[in-house]
């Protein structure tokens, strides 16, 4: 069951962080230039031109957006919509689901209980518990691997403990909890990790997490619109999420507080937070310098990639490493950490430069917004991020037809498989009853090439002797396909 906030202590504290929301926004408004974190100044007029013209090129329908300077935040704005469907906009008081972007913050509340001497980082965690780990249901699959044994805090936070990211998307058919190395030997990211630190860390302090995190977090880093758990006032103002055809996606409200994602907040109490973070705020000298350090090399091609089994030294020459609840590299603007956030219609991004004082904060409440982070990042931060290794392919540039023009390609296509291709409030479609492929947006490169977003699928309109369309040519993740219109 939640723990439900005092009501009118928490009413309260929104109202007076809303009305200091306004009184700050009005003086970011104030703001004429930005500082970069190579130094370089860009003008306040130039962030907003560059932000609306990648979010309209690559269909990000919402994005916030939080700016450090100096350790002060000097730049909030909301951008696009919240909810689409209804018209509804963001503002920097809007509520968006966080996903992993809470992973950092609960890393960071156990460091504080390091600090306290509540948690050691190098203490078998199944030393804390009353029980062998196997036999607590959520990890009875662990029977007769006694690897478990060797888990710790710090391979929980730097992501070396041996777990899959979650169970359920191994290709293990039995979704099973396995550990796939030797804990501590090698990177990979692992939200079952988290979860098994907060289990440890809510049995050590005899505390949930979200009371925790109140008292460490929230209230001292003034992070009244922040819950692990949802809360009745966050409904006046939240973001849904939206997907890759910018349909909205119906909001998950958690009545559990799960330290690897069931967090909300906004721009403005995240962004303070990674103030906070970067200069070491409630934190001892020694913890912070931890946090920062690199625990462990990153050799993987991709974040994501076969449980780190695919290797490279690409990323030597930018130290790319993980710490304590954040990915490190160096840039040529120094040492930088970061960390993504990513749910089905969130996508969201944070990145801290230290020794420059200045940190970047995006949130995005749209599947596209990933496809945008490269280029946003470079131009407002004058660093290029690892990009490839996190999986941020950049948005595909695409022309606009009219109508009429769009018009030629609808009709019904047979062969290998069927398509049916049908022109809908401007935009064309595609759907294929043979795949169980819905309506799905085709986006144009040229007067003849479509692609869709939500599969690695192309198609060429080719024209007959006559003019008009006769086939269309399909290259879907591989496969070749020749489709003749029949209608």
Request: proline fraction near 4%; charge should be neutral; glycine fraction near 8%.
């Amino acid at each position: 069951m939640r723990r439900p906030f005092k009501n009118d202590l928490f009413m309260k504290q929104y109202l007076v962080l809303s009305i200091l929301a306004l009184t700050v926004h009005h003086s970011f408004s104030q703001q004429k230039q930005i500082q970069r974190a190579d130094g370089k100044g860009i003008p306040v007029a130039a962030v907003d031109s560059i932000v609306n013209k990648l979010m309209d090129t690559a269909e990000v329908t919402g994005l916030c957006l939080g700016i450090i300077n100096d350790n002060n935040i000097v730049y909030l704005k909301g951008y696009g919509y919240k909810n689409k469907a209804t018209g509804g906009l963001n503002d920097t008081a809007t509520h968006f689901y966080a996903a992993s972007l809470a992973k950092p913050l609960f890393g960071y509340i156990v460091m504080q209980l390091a600090d306290e001497g509540k948690i050691d980082l190098d203490k078998p965690l199944y030393t804390y518990l009353p029980k062998p780990l196997p036999e607590y249901d959520n990890y009875k699959d662990l029977a007769g691997d006694d690897r478990w044994k060797l888990i710790t805090a710090r391979m929980c936070l730097d992501h070396t403990t041996g777990f899959p990211n979650w169970r359920e998307l191994t290709e293990d058919t039995s979704h099973k909890l396995k550990i796939y190395f030797t804990p501590g030997q090698k990177y990979f990211y692992s939200g079952e990790g988290i979860m098994l630190l907060q289990f440890a860390v809510e049995t050590i302090t005899g505390r949930k997490l979200e009371d925790l995190a109140q008292e460490k977090i929230f209230k001292p880093f003034g992070m009244a619109k922040t819950s692990f758990l949802w809360q009745p006032a966050f409904e006046n103002n939240c973001a849904l999420g939206h997907n890759v055809s910018e349909d909205t996606i119906t909001n998950t409200r958690y009545v559990q507080a799960f330290a690897a994602g069931s967090m909300e907040t906004t721009i403005g109490d995240y962004s303070r937070f990674v103030a906070s973070a970067m200069q070491g705020k409630r934190l001892s000298k020694n913890a912070w310098q931890q946090v920062f350090s690199p625990q462990i090399n990153i050799y993987s091609k991709h974040q994501f990639s076969s449980l780190g089994d695919d290797t490279t030294n690409e990323y030597h020459n930018i130290q790319l490493s993980y710490g304590l609840g954040w990915g490190l590299f160096t840039s040529g603007s120094g040492k930088a950490f970061f960390k993504e956030g990513h749910g089905l219609g969130w996508q969201h991004y944070s990145i801290a430069f230290p020794g420059k004082k200045a940190a970047f904060v995006i949130m995005t409440n749209s599947d596209n917004g990933e496809r945008i982070f490269k280029e946003l990042v470079e131009k407002i931060t004058g660093v290029t991020l690892p990009w490839d290794w996190e999986g941020y392919t950049p948005y595909r540039p695409t022309v606009t037809l009219t109508p009429a023009e769009l018009q030629q390609f609808t009709g019904i296509y047979d062969g290998r498989l069927k398509a049916i291709v049908t022109l809908e409030g401007g935009r064309l479609k595609v759907e294929s009853p043979t795949v169980n492929l819905s309506k799905t947006n085709l986006y144009a490169e040229n007067s003849h090439h479509f692609f869709l977003k939500i599969m690695d699928t192309q198609i060429d309109f080719v024209k007959g002797a006559d003019g008009k369309i006769e086939k269309a040519v399909l290259d879907d993740e591989g496969e070749h396909y020749e489709l003749k219109k029949v209608k």
